[in-house]
């Protein structure tokens, strides 16, 4: 699947989300190009690869066409899967804290921007034993999205694992932070 470095579409999308090609390479993001047999619903879509110390357990589609969305969905999960936190990877780095966010895309962007980062694509995929994951850590500090979805999201994860929740500017994820002032943006979110 992974066709990503011939396939200047697809490239072009993560650069305007400031994926760039060492980003492809850390999080080995792929193209659905040529699918198996069972899985055409998955052709022409951002592959994320959910990425352990055992290998990749999970593996979540994002539809990369530049419409809204509408008759089916932006995000398809491999049949049969589970719900896992994202890039757990982080959570081995050297850090007295960690961040939650609101999808793969935005946990990315706190990881590239030096703040060791988890995920999960929304409250509904929280698992309760995802909290022992982040007991470790000083703080914790939850990233939900500018919006009514996304203040739920921290607010249920301060309940859950006495995250912080940060406050995100009306409008912004973590994404678009990012794009736009770059790591310090999302630096100055928590203070450091
Ligand atoms: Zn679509």
Known sequence: M?????DTSAQGYLASR????????????????????????????????????????????????????????????????????FNVLDLKKDSPFICVAEGEID???????????VGVPGVDAWQKH??????????????????KAGSKF??????ETRARPIRMPPGDDCNSIYMKEGANGLHRLIGE
């Open 154 to 159: 921290s607010s249920f994860l301060a309940r």
């Open 18 to 85: 400031g994926l760039g090609p060492s980003a492809l390479v850390t999080y080995r993001l792929g193209v659905v190009r040529r699918p198996l047999a069972g899985h055409e619903q998955y052709a022409g879509r951002l592959a994320i690869p959910y990425l352990t110390p055992a290998g990749v357990v999970n593996i979540r589609f994002r539809c990369l066409q530049p419409h809204e969305c509408d008759g089916h969905p932006k995000y398809l999960s491999a049949d049969g899967a589970g719900t896992n936190l």
């Open 130 to 147: 995802f909290s022992r994951c982040l007991e470790d850590f000083e703080v914790i500090y939850a990233f939900g999205d500018g919006d």
């Open 107 to 117: 946990t990315m962007s706190l990881s590239l921007a030096g703040l060791p980062a």
């Open 2 to 6: 992974n066709d990503l470095v011939g």
